[in-house]
């Protein structure tokens, strides 16, 4: 009999306690964000510099030395890189990230020597169709970048090796210039 | 009602004034199911959607209209315009019937439900007895689904539904007797005119027995309408979507039309048969006032209902069947059985009720009611500790 | 499988039902499937099918390489990834023989035991969700999401995080990380017990779970459960005391386990409590790390090329669901011989069969929800 009244009282303690909490909460604000409209900033500018989101690759710095190319464990980079037999300079003539196939595992952007394969912020890549996920960074064969011994000076890629080698450096700010 | 329209039609007599006073009633009724029932069960379920989220820590939908007000009849006309896809294998007859007999159920129980001291379809003098009939036809409806559908979880569904329609007639007919036994009238007129309104002379305060029929009766009623906790014919996590897992576009939204519609029922039965219903203090001579009023008197405590069924869908899990069946024949048909013969007894020993008793009662009711807020602000106060905004 | 059927009289005659439980149903946590032999509500069995998720992880590992294999292991168990992470480097830094420094081994239990979080809360809310509960499921999701924002901070990934590295960890704690954690947990233990209040001690919540499906400690200890589930049936066993690895010999904690508060030891409640009762134990191993925590590199030096003499290792983690063993040979070239996992959700998996004779349909959701099984894990 003690049992019977006991769980009358308990069932009805409990759901008056569950209730009263589920009553506070609509005092307290809501923890939505509506993207993608409502939003006072960006959700790509509210990520943490380390977020690892579609692959973007700076041809001026690029090396054409394929550690990424190797180390991508599902092989979704393809990089041409010939010798020019007269100028002794490498040129890239391919340099296709499929981003249909890439698991963002930021594997590739690591053993980058210069920063030039890295992840954005970005994460909105929807499109119609597989073709148009492959992105294709080389449209006419570009020389590979050298790194020069006495520093770089060129200023018009002086600012891009600027930006990779800060994003190599795992502690940089990220409120440090425009970001990766 | 009736006086009304007799002096509407003047001077006509005979065939002819029955045949007025029918398509007066037809006209009236068909005023209340398309301009009140359906735009209730709709707005029911956009509020749910936003009560819910809000206590869920979300928005909701706020994109149709302001709030998203018109959320409700972007999701009708959709659904109107979907695909009426009838699976191959199911019962076709059956299949298309089902939904019109649980819409016919709940919209024929309407017919009793006052809206005001003059604004009733009919009152019946049998009012409470007619709505509980009335609404056990959607059992009869959430079978046939189940059935035809020829899916087995379909199934479960429409037989859970049959058990536990069923099973709570009998708690739900005893939370209401000694409603019937302190107004000695079936009619919902009746009962709403025995009562005063002053809160402590509603039927809800009149006895400790009164007030625990009074829960009973909201339990029972939750559970005929499906509601959670006792959500299992559609138990999504259990059934898929029940005796509803086969049917798409209109014909899934008849059921939940009537599911949200019953919502409103099962406020508008609690606010008649213990709240006072359209009781108004006697402020104004004027009778369109008054009337407007009373309504409104009538449709908040009903709104208050339908909100804390809502509140306790967000809030508690839901039973199994066995404990279903437990919670029914051994918890509230034995309390209900008390509760009847505790009202008699009361009304025995003191006819005209005890003052006192109702006041304590109403003071008891005050208590826990301040008790609940005490334990809000708790949550709030931790909350703020946890580094809650608390907002408006 | 063949059960008897009584036929009472000579009236009506009962027939058992075949139910088909899956890949596709709302409570089976990915893509499980049971066939469920039922009378009415009440069954006679209900059968794993497991496969529907398998997507030959241990294989790719012979072709994708030592240092590539790791985002693959993100995917075995993808709710807690980072303890798969964990598995496959100390395996390989075991065959290779390579120690990884103390800051690293720091934040991989910090990163680790911030995944067990993650996890226990999405096992706390499903749990709910399955019983019908649909509010403490959104409080829960809402804390993991502030855990998943930490864990991006930290490594740029909300689900598969691909944090760890054979010989340490990829990158270090970003500037500031120790006093966001340590804030953030402050938020994290009354919201715990907020769900408490709302869902654990709730009458009908106890009602749905306390003595369903009991699992004793013998029989929990013949199929093998692991990890929490073990626990809870009484078994006071995690590998994190017993056989300590990384550096969880140097935090205080507690082994919590099954009390049977509200009904039998090992029922579906003590189960559920166990998964809220390591919450707290987590966040204990959480504050002391993130105080202790000393300087240093986080990554050992590992050559990219990385080729680990011939040999065999096995390598046991503490997951989110119990022991994970890894058992894996190499042949001495650039790519394992061999890869095996053995996960918790496998073990739990097998026990349901047995349990499940003479449960309701809706218990079976409730098994499955306390098991916490998680089909990638299951299959992989």
């Known amino acids: 009999m003690r049992v019977y009244f006991h769980n009358i009282w308990i069932s009805l303690a409990t759901a008056f306690e569950g209730m009263s909490i589920t009553f506070s909460h609509l005092f307290r604000k809501p923890y939505t964000v509506q993207y993608p409209d409502r939003i006072a900033v960006r959700v790509q500018d509210t990520l943490p510099y380390r977020y690892r989101g579609i692959l973007e690759v700076d041809l001026e710095i690029c090396t054409g030395c394929l550690a990424c190319e190797r180390a991508c464990p599902i092989d979704c980079i393809r990089i041409d890189a010939k010798k020019d037999m007269q100028t002794k300079e490498m040129l890239l003539n391919r340099f296709d990230i499929d981003m249909a196939k890439c698991m963002y595992c930021g594997l590739c952007s690591e053993p980058c020597p210069t920063g030039s394969i890295h992840h954005t912020r970005e994460f909105e890549g929807s499109d119609y169709s597989l073709e148009s996920l492959v992105k294709r960074f080389v449209k006419v064969p570009v020389p590979a970048y050298k790194p020069k011994k006495s520093g770089e000076d060129d200023p018009a890629i002086l600012p891009i090796l600027e930006r990779g080698m800060r994003y190599i450096d795992e502690f940089a700010d990220p409120d440090d210039g425009s970001g990766a | 009602m009736q006086e009304y329209l007799t002096t509407l039609l003047g001077g006509a007599e005979g065939l002819a004034l029955e045949v007025g006073y029918l398509l007066g009633m037809l006209a009236f009724g068909a005023i209340v199911v398309f301009g009140f029932i359906l735009p209730v069960a709709g707005i029911t379920s956009w509020l749910e959607r936003r009560v819910w989220a809000r206590m869920q820590s979300r928005i909701g939908p706020n994109r149709v209209g302001p709030f998203g007000f018109l959320q409700w009849l972007a999701d009708g006309l959709k659904n109107l315009l979907k695909e009426d896809v009838i699976p191959t294998a199911v019962d076709p007859r059956l299949f298309r019937i089902a939904p019109y007999v649980v819409v016919v159920g709940f919209v024929a129980a309407f017919v009793a439900v006052p809206f005001g001291a003059n604004l009733i379809i009919a009152d019946l003098n049998i009012g409470i007895l007619y709505v509980t009939a009335a609404t056990s036809l959607v059992v009869v409806g959430i079978l046939i689904a189940g059935w035809s559908s020829n899916n087995k979880w379909s199934m479960l569904g429409g037989i859970r539904s049959a058990t536990q329609i069923v099973s709570y007639e009998i708690p739900a007919g005893l939370g209401i007797f000694p409603v019937v036994l302190l107004s000695g009238t079936l009619s919902m007129q009746g009962i709403i005119e025995a009562q005063g309104w002053q809160p402590w002379n509603w039927h809800m305060f009149h006895s400790p027995f009164a007030l625990a029929a009074f829960l009973l009766f909201f339990v029972s009623a939750l559970a005929e309408g499906n509601r959670t906790p006792f959500d299992l014919p559609e138990a999504e996590s259990e059934l898929v979507a029940g005796f509803a897992t086969e049917y798409s576009g209109m014909r899934m939204l008849l059921f939940f039309l009537a599911e949200w519609g019953n919502l409103y029922l099962i406020g508008a039965l609690m606010a008649t048969l213990y709240m006072g219903g359209w009781q108004v203090p006697p402020f104004t001579e004027n009778a369109v006032l008054l009337g407007v009023a009373q309504f409104l008197s009538i449709f908040l405590k009903s709104c208050f209902w339908v909100f804390v069924a809502m509140w306790i869908r967000a809030t508690l899990p839901r039973v199994r069947v066995d404990q279903l069946m437990t919670l029914c024949w051994k918890y509230l048909v034995p309390i209900g059985l008390v509760c009847v013969l505790g009202t008699a007894v009361t009304m025995v020993v003191a006819p005209e009720g005890i003052l006192g008793l109702r006041f304590a009662m109403f003071g008891l009711v005050v208590l826990v009611i301040a008790n609940f807020f005490r334990r809000v602000v708790f949550h709030l106060r931790r909350a703020k500790g946890m580094g809650w905004t608390i907002a408006g | ?380």
């Not at chain 3, 082994?255 to 559920?272: A, F, H, S």
Request: aromatic letters at 8%; hydrophobic letters at 40%.
């Open chain 3, 1 to 380: 499988m063949s059960v008897e059927i009584e036929v009472e009289g000579q009236g009506l005659a009962t027939e058992e039902m075949t139910l088909n439980m899956g890949p596709q149903h709302p409570s089976t946590h990915g893509v499980l499937r049971f066939i469920v032999k039922a009378d009415g509500e009440v069954m006679r069995t209900a059968i794993p099918d497991i496969g529907y998720l398998h997507r030959s992880i241990e294989k790719i590992a012979e072709k994708v390489g030592w240092h590539g294999f790791m985002p693959y292991t993100d995917r075995v168990d993808y709710v807690a990834a980072m303890t798969a992470n964990q598995g496959w480097g100390m395996a390989s830094e075991k065959l290779a023989g390579i120690e990884v420094p103390k800051r690293g081994e720091y934040c991989r239990t910090i990163a680790g035991e911030l995944g067990r979080i993650c996890s226990h809360l999405l096992a706390i809310g499903a749990t709910g969700m399955d019983i019908g509960a649909i509010t403490p499921f959104t409080h829960a999701l809402r804390e993991r999401e502030m855990i998943n924002d930490l864990i991006e901070e930290l490594c740029g990934a909300r689900l598969t995080y691909n944090y760890m590295r054979i010989g340490g960890v990829a990158w270090d704690l970003p500037p500031g990380y120790q006093e966001k954690v340590l804030e953030y947990l402050d938020h994290l233990e009354p919201t715990i017990h907020e769900i408490n209040d709302l869902l654990s001690y709730n009458k009908i919540y106890v009602e749905r779970l306390a003595n369903v499906a009991v699992v004793s400690p013998a029989m929990a200890k013949n199929f093998n459960l692991v990890g929490p589930n073990l626990r809870a049936s009484g078994v006071k066993y995690d590998l994190r005391k017993d056989q300590p690895y990384s550096v969880y010999d140097e935090f205080e904690f507690d082994v919590p386990i099954g009390e049977g508060e509200m009904g039998q030891v090992g029922d579906c409640w003590d189960r559920y409590m166990m998964r809220i009762k390591e919450v707290f134990e987590s966040i204990k191993i959480l504050r002391q790390a993130l105080r202790q925590i000393p300087d240093g590199p986080v990554i050992a030096k590992v050559p990219r090329n990385l080729k680990p003499p011939a040999g065999d290792v096995h390598v046991r983690v503490e997951g989110a669901r119990g022991d994970m063993s890894w058992y894996v040979a190499s042949d001495g070239t650039e790519f394992p011989y061999r890869v095996h996992i053995r996960t918790g959700s496998w073990t739990a998996m097998s026990i349901i069969q047995e349990l499940s004779r003479g449960l309701m349909i809706a218990d079976l959701v409730a098994v499955i929800a306390t098991f916490d099984i998680v089909a990638p894990e299951v299959d992989r």
